[in-house]
């Protein structure tokens, strides 16, 4: 990918979409799935200690399956006393190293959120001594990101960097692939390009930071969409990749031409908005995250764009959005989505004509 790719995640013109699971949820207490959700948020805000306190406000015994295997990894991971670090596997010493830099950075920042910035600092010295005197000039990790994506190219591998919000990214993969899609809209057809990545080494910080259970299912820039095939289990002709992907991130590349300069929760809702539309079988489970997974901090984008569309949609159905049917769903968020667009043209245009 492009050097400039840190600069498109900064501005936010590049948006994780967190892709769905589809398997069928092991049969875990409801108390314990609901702390499972709990923590996802916790650290989706990247905060481990809360993720911790979810999962131990809950009996062990009501986790079964692999949702014990999670609770247990979470619990081992940041109860540690120091950075748990899962690239022994690697066999690139370079890529070995910098990935263990970005873990501990990972690790540091979600068991205290507030050092965030102090931790950033951190990382970016690690990654001056390792890169040397080719990245002397870099003065803060916008500036040192393309120099490290142009080493791990010539180490053969492909990579993600800038900042998923709230946390720098490393997303990093072996086997990349084009193909064309036709993808309908609420606002009408498009023909995207999308590169289909697989073989990873890091799923970047949403995956670490959740014991693998999950991770990033993709994102946008103006020019193309990015596939993590691996988080979709039932294959690319799914309805899961379908929506959860396709709909969410040529949304965001139709909004990234069309209103440049959105915000990441603004992409995010606009987004969150096309799934419900699109979606049938996957619907149920998208609206219960969006419903799970919220928060009044706009640096989580995806929480508080969830927040934002469920008030939104409760407001317009008079009543909340997991009591109606999934017809009934899908047109009141299609019906938002399009409301959302007219005022932001209606916008646009009065402010072209202040001008």
């Known amino acids: 990918m492009k050097s400039k790719a840190p600069l498109i995640l900064s501005s936010a013109l590049l948006c994780a979409a967190f892709a769905a699971t589809s398997a069928e ?22 905060d481990s200690a809360r993720a911790l ?23 081992e991971r940041y109860h540690a006393s120091k950075p748990v670090l899962t690239t022994a596997a690697i066999e690139d010493k370079f890529v070995r190293g910098v990935l263990d830099d970005y873990q501990d950075y990972w690790w540091r920042s979600m068991a205290a959120p507030a050092q965030r910035d102090t931790q950033e600092a951190a990382l970016l010295a690690k990654l001056h001594k390792r890169l040397g005197a080719g990245a002397a000039k870099a003065t803060n990790m916008d500036e040192i990101e393309p120099i490290l994506q142009a080493q791990l190219e010539q180490h053969g591998y492909h990579a993600q ?31 995207v390009r999308v590169e289909l990545l697989d073989d990873f080494v890091s799923r970047g910080w949403t995956a670490y930071g959740r014991c693998e259970r999950g991770s990033a299912g993709g994102w946008a820039t103006d020019k193309a969409l990015y596939a993590v095939v691996p988080s979709y289990s ?27 300069g959105l915000a990441p929760w603004e992409l995010e809702y606009r987004a969150k908005l096309v799934e419900l539309v699109q979606g049938r079988e996957v619907s149920a489970k998208r609206l ?68």
Not at 305 to 330: C, F, H, W, Y
């Open 53 to 75: 306190a979810a999962l131990e406000a809950e009996p062990a015994t009501g986790f079964l399956g692999k949702d014990a295997d999670y609770r247990a990894c979470m619990l």
């Open 161 to 191: 960097l800038g900042r998923t919000q709230p946390l720098r990214e490393l997303m990093v993969w072996r086997k990349q692939d084009t193909r064309m899609y036709d993808v309908q809209l609420p606002d009408g057809p498009y023909t």
């Open 25 to 46: 949820a092991p049969p875990s207490s409801k108390s314990a799935v609901a702390a499972i959700a709990e923590s996802t948020n916790a650290i989706l805000q990247g």
């Open 234 to 260: 039932e294959g690319l002709d799914s309805e899961a990749f379908r929506v959860v992907f396709l709909g969410h991130e040529t949304q965001h590349f139709a909004d990234q031409n069309a209103f440049p």
């Open 288 to 355: 219960g995250y969006m419903i799970t997974a919220q928060s009044d901090d706009m640096s989580s984008p995806h929480t508080y764009a969830n927040k934002r569309v469920v008030a939104d949609l409760t407001t317009r159905l008079g009543k909340s959005p997991d009591a109606v049917s999934i017809d009934e769903l899908q047109v009141a968020a299609r019906d938002q989505l399009l409301e959302d667009t007219r005022e932001r043209k209606a916008r646009a245009a009065a402010s072209a004509t202040a001008k």
